[in-house]
T-cell receptor
Framework: DTEVTQTPKHLVMGMTNKKSLKCEQH?????MYWYKQKAKKPPELMFV???????INESVPSRFSPECPNSSLLNLHLHALQPEDSALYLC?????????????FGEGSRLTVL | AQKITQTQPGMFVQEKEAVTLDCTYD???????LFWYKQPSSGEMIFLIY??????QNATEGRYSLNFQKARKSANLVISASQLGDSAMYFC???????????????FGKGTHLIIQP
């Protein structure tokens, strides 16, 4: 199993809604990542989890709340978002020992905030 | 200063021609890795090829090769015999100081939008 699975693939929400993005991998990777990508821009790192603990928060606004309940699952809880938060949200993972540092990406969740 | 520079925002190439996508990088760390990813319009980031800073030979993966010039700090991607399905965004990325234990993410360049024409 070499997949990172993200759900939902598309999400439309209002500024007062609360929603969550989910990411799952069963490759035994102990580092998991959230990236945000605006149209025609490169992915920008948001959060990094290492051994299920938050290790990097790139000064992301508190309306984005990450959670790593176990080594296979990563969530991104969304609350009171703004229209400028509309973007593709990419989850990635990689092993923490061995390998090249390659990130394994999911297909992304495309978020629209109205 | 940008750590990864991709100077070609867009490229048009005829099908079956070879194409070179430019990437230069900036780091003072002797240990680093360079990656190329392809992103079709569907959004998924597809890993293409990797080059480690200590690798003596240029990396190759099928139709993809990486022209690694360490002294120039460049890591250009070469796609041989381009196909219509190669049309996508291409990102060069770098990982610095990896020794097997850190969890730092990759730093991406701005990307090159490649369009293959029939």
């Amino acid at each position: 199993d070499t997949e990172v699975t993200q759900t939902p693939k598309h999400l439309v929400m209002g500024m007062t809604n609360k929603k969550s993005l989910k990411c799952e991998q069963h490759m035994g990777h102990r580092a998991m990542y959230w990236y945000k990508q605006k149209a025609k821009k490169p992915p920008e790192l948001m959060f990094v989890y290492s051994y299920e603990k938050l290790s990097i928060n790139e000064s992301v606004p508190s309306r984005f709340s990450p959670e790593c309940p176990n080594s296979s699952l990563l969530n991104l809880h969304l609350h009171a978002l703004q229209p400028e938060d509309s973007a593709l949200y990419l989850c990635a993972s990689r092993p923490l020992a061995g390998g090249t540092g390659e990130l394994f990406f999911g297909e992304g969740s495309r978020l629209t905030v109205l | 200063a940008q750590k990864i520079t991709q100077t070609q925002p867009g490229m048009f190439v005829q099908e079956k021609e070879a194409v070179t996508l430019d990437c230069t990088y900036d780091t003072s760390d002797p240990s680093y890795g360079l990656f190329w990813y392809k992103q079709p319009s569907s959004g998924e980031m597809i890993f293409l090829i990797y080059q480690g800073s200590y690798d003596q030979q240029n990396a190759t993966e099928g139709r993809y090769s990486l022209n690694f010039q360490k002294a120039r700090k460049s890591a250009n991607l070469v796609i041989s015999a381009s196909q219509l399905g190669d049309s996508a965004m291409y990102f060069c990325a770098m990982r610095e100081g990896y020794s097997g234990g850190g969890a730092d993410g990759l730093t991406f360049g701005k990307g090159t939008h490649l369009i293959i024409q029939p």
